[in-house]
Antibody, heavy 115, light 112 residues
Framework: QLVESGGGLVQPGGSQRLSCAAS????????MSWARQAPGRGLEWVAT????????YYVDAVKGRFAISRDNAKNSVFLEMNSLREDDTAVYYC??????????WGLGTLVTVSS | DVVMTQSPLSLPVTLGQPASISCRSSQSLVYSGGNSKLNWFHQRPGQSPRRLIY???NRDSGVPDRFSGSGSGTDFTLKISRVEAEDVGVYYCMQATHWPWTFGQGTRVEIK
């Protein structure tokens, strides 16, 4: 199970930190990701972090502004979002992606960037 | 980035009839293992996505066998042999061979 938190209303240029708490599986064995979905739009993969935190990947639209991290001791993954823009408004999903094993998604947390 | 292009974007279907969705990638999705990391997801309104197919043609656990995936290289297809009411929603192809991972625009399936 994955449970996201930290969403809310933030002003353009502001910052927000999303958290995702994992349970029910060996968290430290899996790559973890964040994806987002703007209102009425399709899915976009945002960032991924390797199981030990040694590799991180980002979509170009968030490079230099967002940072993914994890704490394996706390079974948690985070997304630090800075310099937020209105087009970052979306439901942000935490996901455990695996090429073969079940892909687990959270229910999502809404981030609204607006003045 | 790899661009994933789906067609059609809207697909009205009759219950019990087959349906097919195409997905084309801007570059080959074959990786060193010889397979392609091409996935299909289904999202119902108000719900999180669910993966149906991984590595082109493998069904995830619990996915009905009316769903099948095929293709290679840059051209892929998701087929539903007989559409049921629960199949409505949006279907996305997604590639995980190249960073950043990318989704198609989505195909909305609705019942006629």
């Amino acid at each position: 199970q994955l449970v996201e938190s930290g969403g809310g209303l933030v002003q353009p240029g502001g910052s927000q930190r999303l958290s995702c708490a994992a349970s029910g599986f060996t968290f430290s064995s899996y790559w973890m990701s964040w994806a987002r979905q703007a209102p009425g739009r399709g899915l976009e993969w945002v960032a991924t972090i390797k199981y030990d935190g040694s590799e991180k990947y980002y979509v170009d639209a968030v490079k230099g502004r967002f940072a993914i991290s994890r704490d394996n001791a706390k079974n948690s993954v985070f997304l630090e979002m800075n310099s937020l823009r209105e087009d970052d408004t979306a439901v942000y999903y935490c996901a455990r992606y695996d090429d073969i094993a079940e892909v687990v998604w959270g229910l999502g947390t809404l981030v609204t960037v607006s003045s | 980035d790899v661009v994933m292009t789906q067609s059609p974007l809207s697909l009205p279907v009759t219950l019990g009839q087959p349906a097919s969705i195409s997905c084309r990638s801007s570059q080959s999705l074959v990786y060193s293992g010889g397979n392609s990391k091409l996935n299909w997801f289904h999202q119902r309104p108000g719900q999180s996505p669910r993966r149906l197919i991984y590595k082109v043609s493998n069904r995830d656990s619990g996915v009905p066998d009316r769903f099948s995936g095929s293709g290679s290289g840059t051209d892929f297809t998701l087929k539903i042999s007989r559409v049921e009411a629960e199949d409505v929603g949006v279907y996305y192809c997604m590639q995980a061979t190249h960073w950043p991972w990318t989704f198609g625009q989505g195909t909305r399936v609705e019942i006629k």
